[in-house]
């Protein structure tokens, strides 16, 4: 399995409060993406990474930003959480340039915004 | 941009029963083919590829065809088991996007004895 570890995996937080999910790969692999997962939408891209310090928004970014200082580490913020931010996040990471590899995910985080 | 567009579930059947579930993509160029199958409570993992036109991926009895001429990858199994239960995604890498993959909404499947 591919090194891929998302914290916390569970996280009940009130809203207007800051929350920061990490993920960490032990792959090298370049490319590091946040997704969130909601019924009725599949998987909704949030911010990617395509190296250290080069990020890019998705198509849900507003409310949230991430910070990529290493390698290894992709932090997602919420700034000031809202109710509409409850989901599961996904951390996925992916290798070189090359289209033909496929995508590896952590086991998610379960956010519930109160 | 691209795009993915797959059935909607739930998608119930019995044990043993054929399954058929359709996805068509929109991309630029010549795009990576991928469907991911996600149990309760965990992440997606990899269940098949196929990267090129008329390419067939396969894995635990499930299939599918790169049909480049219909934009498809249509994922079909014989025999269904309880244990395939899952939501399944289909999914392409193209290069569009600084190579983002770009998934469906994901199709429930539901498998009773």
């Known amino acids: 399995d591919a090194g891929i570890t998302q914290s916390p995996r569970h996280k009940v937080t009130e809203t207007g409060t800051p929350v920061t999910l990490r993920c960490h790969q032990t792959?090298?692999?370049?490319?590091m993406y946040w997704y969130r997962q909601d019924p009725g939408h599949g998987l909704r891209l949030i911010h990617y990474?395509?190296?250290?310090?080069?990020?890019d928004k998705g198509e849900v970014s507003d409310g949230y930003s991430v910070s990529r200082s290493k390698t290894e580490d992709f932090l997602l913020t919420l700034e000031s959480a809202t109710s509409s931010q409850t989901s599961v996040y996904f951390c996925a990471i992916n290798s070189r340039d090359t289209l033909n590899t496929e995508a590896f995910f952590g086991q998610g985080t379960r956010l519930t915004v109160v | 941009g691209n795009s993915v567009t797959q059935m909607e579930g739930p998608v119930t059947l019995s044990e043993e029963a054929f399954l058929t579930i359709n996805c068509t993509y929109t991309a630029t160029g010549y795009p990576s083919l991928f469907w991911y199958v996600q149990y309760p409570g965990e992440g997606l993992q990899l269940l098949l590829k196929a990267t090129k036109a008329d390419d067939k991926g396969s894995n635990k009895g499930f299939e599918a065809t790169y049909r480049k001429e219909t934009t498809s990858f249509h994922l079909e199994k014989g025999s269904v088991q309880v244990s395939d239960s899952a939501v399944y995604f289909c999914a392409l890498r193209g290069t569009g996007g600084s190579y983002i993959p770009t998934f469906g909404r994901g199709t429930s499947l539901i498998v009773h004895p």
């Open positions: 990474s395509y190296g250290v310090k080069d990020t």
């Open positions: 792959e090298n692999h370049r490319y």
